[in-house]
Nanobody, 121 residues
Framework: QVQLLESGGGLVQPGGSLGLSCAAS????????MAWYRQAPGKQRELVAA???????DHADSAKGRFTISRDDAKKMVYLQMTSLKPEDTAVYYC???????????????WGQGTQVTVSS
């Protein structure tokens, strides 16, 4: 059974930084690709960043240059470092354990409870 526990959200001013963490309880963590998604009120859940089992990363256009996904296989952790935050980054952020098909991240249907990020002055 896969369990994902996100943490690190909070209230931050525009232009600020925040780091999110996800602790994964998944069979063989290093075999899995991981990703961060977010969902703002009234909007669909969207992919923010993904990282392959080999450490290659993909970031959504909205996140490029500001967000960085990383992983620590020994700790079974995945991180999202966010800088230059904007009000439009406000959302609940979720991590996901999935796989890559070619260059496309395919999520599995395992989601944590998410962590709220609010960017506001």
């Amino acid at each position: 059974q896969v369990q994902l526990l996100e943490s690190g959200g909070g209230l931050v001013q525009p232009g600020g930084s925040l780091g999110l963490s996800c602790a994964a309880s998944v069979g063989t963590f290093s075999f899995n690709a991981m990703a961060w998604y977010r969902q703002a009120p009234g909007k669909q859940r969207e992919l923010v960043a993904a990282i392959s089992r080999g450490g290659s990363t993909d970031h959504a256009d909205s996140a490029k240059g500001r967000f960085t996904i990383s992983r620590d296989d020994a700790k079974k952790m995945v991180y999202l470092q966010m800088t230059s935050l904007k009000p439009e980054d406000t959302a609940v952020y979720y991590c996901n354990s999935g796989t890559y098909y070619g260059r496309t991240y395919i999520p599995r249907d395992y989601w944590g409870q998410g962590t709220q990020v609010t960017v506001s002055s």
